[in-house]
C-alpha cells in the first residue's frame, strides 16, 4: 500500500492558490520516497486503493482542529537527541509573555494579549522564485506531510536577551527539496504575513516598512540547524511566537528568525532586510551571534536569560559552531 497525503479539497483554497497538478505529483513522489515512518500519526495516512492516485478527503474541519490541541496526535513530536543544551529550559509562561512581535506593539509583555485573536488558519505558504516546481502549501497538509521533529534550541535577540525553547519543526532542507531551486538561487528571501486588520502595531507603525521580510544565503537555509518550525512546548506556535509557521536560524540574532511567514522566494541577489534596511550600521544581512562585535550601543559579550535573569557569556555562533562555522570560512 502506498502512502498518500490526504490534500484538504481544492474548494478550501482560493483558486488562485491551489497547487499545480505537476507540483502535487512531483510532492508525491517526494513523500512516497520518505516512506510511511516519515509521515506520522497513521491516522494521517490514506492507503490508496486506486493505482496510487491521491486521495482528497479532508480528515478533518477547521472546528476540529481547534479543539484538539495534539492537532489530530501531531503534536508533542519526538524529541530529536541530536540537540542538547548547556541551561535549563525557558518556562513557557516566560516565553510566552516576552515577546519581540513589531506587527502586534514594541512592548514584550503585551504582544501576547494584542494577537490573541490572530486567525492562523486557513493559512498558505507561497514558494516561488528560482525554482523547477513553484509551490502553494496549506499549512495543515504541510504540516501533517513533513516529519516534525522537537528540538531544543538556544535562542539568542540582538538585545541581549535569550531564552532556551523547545521547537516543533523540519529541516528547511526538506521544503527546499520539494520546490528544487534552480541552478542560479543563490538566497531566499521570508515574507510575513500583512494583516494590518489584525495587527494593531502595523496601524499604528506607518514608518516600518511592512510586511516584514528576512533572508539567508541558499547555504545557510539549507544547513542542518534551519528550521520551519509550527510549533514550541510541545503544541502549534501560538500568535504571538509566529503561527503558524516560522523560521528559526539558532545561530544568528532573533530578528532573522521570521514570524507568520506567507512567501518563500529563491533569488540570485543577496534581498534586503527589515532591520537592515532600518539601521545598516546596527543590524547586517549575516548577523550571526558573535560575543566579539557589540552592538554599536551595547556589548554583545554577555546576554541575560529571561526568567531567571541570570547572566551567561554569549558564546560564538550561539554555541553552534560546530554546525555552521564551515558556512563561513
Ligand atoms: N514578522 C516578525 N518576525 C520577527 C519579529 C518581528 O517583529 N516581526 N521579531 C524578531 C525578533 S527581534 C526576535 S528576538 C524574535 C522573537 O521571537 P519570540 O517572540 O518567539 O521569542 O522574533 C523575530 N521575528
Ligand atoms: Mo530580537
Redesign the pocket.
Same mark, same amino acid.
Request: with cysteine.
Given at each position: 500500500m502506498a502512502p498518500n497525503v490526504i490534500l484538504h479539497p481544492r474548494w478550501r483554497i482560493p483558486e488562485r492558490l491551489a497547487t499545480p497538478e505537476s507540483a502535487h505529483l512531483n510532492r508525491r513522489q517526494f513523500l512516497h520516497g520518505m516512506g510511511v515512518a516519515g509521515l506520522g500519526a497513521a491516522g494521517l495516512i490514506a492507503c490508496s486503493a486506486s493505482g496510487g492516485q491521491a486521495q482528497t478527503e479532508p480528515v478533518s474541519d477547521a472546528a476540529s482542529d481547534e479543539i484538539d490541541e495534539t492537532a489530530g496526535g501531531l503534536y508533542p513530536a519526538e524529541r530529536s537527541p541530536l540537540h542538547t543544551l548547556d541551561r535549563p529550559l525557558t518556562e513557557e509562561r516566560v516565553?510566552a509573555t516576552h $515577546? $519581540? /512581535?513589531?506587527?502586534f506593539t514594541t512592548d514584550k509583555s503585551r504582544v501576547a494579549g494584542l494577537a490573541r485573536d490572530f486567525t492562523p488558519r486557513p493559512w498558505q505558504v507561497e514558494v516561488t522564485g528560482m525554482v523547477d516546481n513553484p509551490m502553494t502549501f496549506d499549512i495543515d497538509e504541510l504540516e501533517r506531510a513533513m516529519p516534525l521533529e522537537e528540538r531544543l534550541y538556544r /535562542?539568542r535577540?540582538v538585545e541581549a536577551w535569550a531564552?532556551a525553547v523547545p521547537w516543533t519543526g523540519f529541516p528547511l532542507h526538506r521544503l527546499i527539496a520539494q520546490v528544487q531551486p534552480t541552478s542560479q538561487a543563490r538566497f531566499i528571501r521570508f515574507v510575513?504575513v500583512n494583516r494590518p486588520s489584525e495587527m494593531p502595531g502595523i496601524r499604528s507603525q506607518s514608518w516600518y516598512s511592512w510586511p516584514?521580510y528576512e533572508g539567508l544565503s541558499m547555504d545557510e537555509a539549507m544547513n542542518e540547524l534551519t528550521l520551519v518550525a509550527t510549533g514550541i512546548y510541545g503544541h502549534r506556535l501560538p500568535p504571538?511566537? #509566529?503561527a503558524p509557521i516560522r523560521i528559526v536560524v539558532p545561530w544568528k540574532y #532573533?530578528?532573522k *528568525?521570521?514570524? *507568520?511567514i506567507v512567501r518563500i522566494e529563491f533569488t540570485d541577489e543577496q534581498p534586503p532586510t527589515f532591520w537592515n534596511d532600518l539601521a545598516p550600521t546596527e543590524y547586517g544581512f549575516v548577523s550571526n551571534v558573535d560575543p566579539t562585535v557589540p552592538h554599536p550601543r551595547w556589548s554583545q559579550a554577555t546576554e541575560r536569560l529571561i526568567g531567571s535573569g541570570d547572566r551567561v557569556p554569549t558564546l560564538p555562533y550561539n554555541g553552534y559552531g560546530e554546525w555552521v562555522a564551515q558556512l563561513y570560512t
Open positions: 516565553a $515577546n $519581540n /512581535f513589531y506587527e /535562542f535577540c531564552m510575513t516584514y504571538q511566537h #509566529g #532573533g530578528y *528568525s521570521i514570524k *507568520s
